[in-house]
């Protein structure tokens, strides 16, 4: 009698099961294009311009006062630059943004040579919560011949993260 009640129940199980896997599948994509968003310079200001001295030689670059996401899993273009080594340099540089309240990096740059910009970069890890949160921009330079570090100065900085 069991037979004749549900005669398609092998059928109706394996459609349940593949549209089980297929949604969770999806909200996987999702999820790792969440953590991979893009980070954007904040379009007011641009980047401030700094001389500092390092090993005996002057080095100028510019660094953000503050970013900005649209939300926490935005991806948009940059306005402005993040990070620029200025052209008359002689050393390379990196941009690392540290989150303050953990002490965890979030974003670093690739290796800027003089005269090179960075205008975005993804970030590391989790993505901050709506609203706004501190943290320092590490500038950090560097021997272009060995890669050694030669000294690296930081910021205070403000992130900012809208609606989702």
Do not use: W
Not at 55 to 76: I, K, N
């Amino acid at each position: 009698m069991g037979e004749r009640l549900f005669p398609n129940i092998r059928k109706i199980t394996t459609v349940f099961c593949l549209s089980i896997i297929f949604i969770t599948i999806g909200l996987f994509a999702l999820r790792l294009t969440a953590l991979s968003d893009m980070v954007q310079a904040n379009g007011g200001g641009g980047p401030r311009l700094h001389e500092v001295e390092i090993a005996g030689t002057p080095f100028v670059y510019r660094v953000v006062d503050s970013l900005e996401f649209e939300s926490p899993s935005a991806r948009s273009m940059s306005r402005s630059a993040l990070a620029e080594n200025a052209e008359e340099n002689d050393f390379y540089m990196r941009l690392e943004i540290i989150y303050d309240i953990t002490g965890r990096s979030i974003y670093l740059s690739p290796f800027l040579s003089p005269g090179a910009s960075i205008s975005s970069g993804y970030l590391q890890g989790v993505p901050l919560v709506q609203g706004e949160h501190r943290g320092t921009a590490v500038i950090t330079v560097y021997d272009p011949a060995t890669r050694r570090q030669l000294g690296s100065r930081s910021h205070s900085i403000m992130i900012e993260i809208g609606e989702s």
